[in-house]
């Protein structure tokens, strides 16, 4: 632990095994290790080898988020549909959190979230394939007239997966309406050079 935190060359190679790894460590006894997540994937000089390919850590992230839910899905016969039911152990054990909260970290560097956005499809597609599963999540019978006839707590656990959602796509919109470093270093060139030009008439 501390080589990682003070040696940003071993910190930069522990992270390309990390995220290689993941997927084992989510279904081993070994989960404990994914709590060091945090130490570099939130490092701007680690994050743009991460997730480009060969690491490709979005889509591992994504991947696992898909997965683990998938054991959470139900036929929603009237709608035709499938859906998450936040009785299942899946969510009801918060199961998700852990590849949901990384590839959060991960999108809380501008780069990768141009990255997931432009140039990384799969992962994109994983992404909305887990927000369509939230529709009609855990939808429940509240009350007939003023009758309430059923109503559980694993609700709960429903809003928290919303909301977590929701934070990723608000940051995901916050990036869209942020002008792309290269138009913005085209214009100060550009203003640059009339600037000189002023200076020399």
């Not at 889509?59 to 936040?86: P, W």
């Not at 899946?90 to 560097?109: G, H, Q, V, W």
């Amino acid at each position: 632990i501390y080589l990682i935190r003070a040696d940003q060359s071993f910190k930069a190679n522990f992270a390309v095994s990390f995220v290689k790894l993941y997927t084992n460590f989510t279904s081993s006894r070994y989960q404990k290790l994914l709590s060091l997540s945090v130490q570099f994937l939130t490092v701007p000089t680690i994050v743009p080898a991460l997730v480009k390919e060969p690491v490709s850590a979005l889509r591992v992230f994504t991947t696992n988020i898909k997965q683990l839910l998938n054991g959470a899905l139900v036929e929603v016969e009237e709608l035709k549909i499938k859906s998450l039911s936040c009785d299942k152990r899946e969510i009801a054990e918060n199961m998700y959190y852990r590849p949901i909260y990384d590839f959060k970290y991960l999108l809380s560097n501008k780069f990768a979230a141009h990255f997931l956005l432009t140039e990384d499809p799969e992962a994109f597609e994983n992404l909305l394939t887990v927000v369509s599963w939230a529709e009609n999540m855990d939808s429940q019978t509240l009350a007939h007239s003023e009758h309430v006839s059923y109503e559980s707590r694993s609700w709960i656990q429903g809003v928290e997966l919303e909301f977590i959602l929701f934070k990723i796509f608000r940051d995901l919109f916050k990036v869209l309406e942020e002008p792309s470093s290269s138009s913005s270093s085209s214009s100060s060139s550009s203003s640059s050079s009339s600037s000189s030009l002023a200076v020399q008439v």
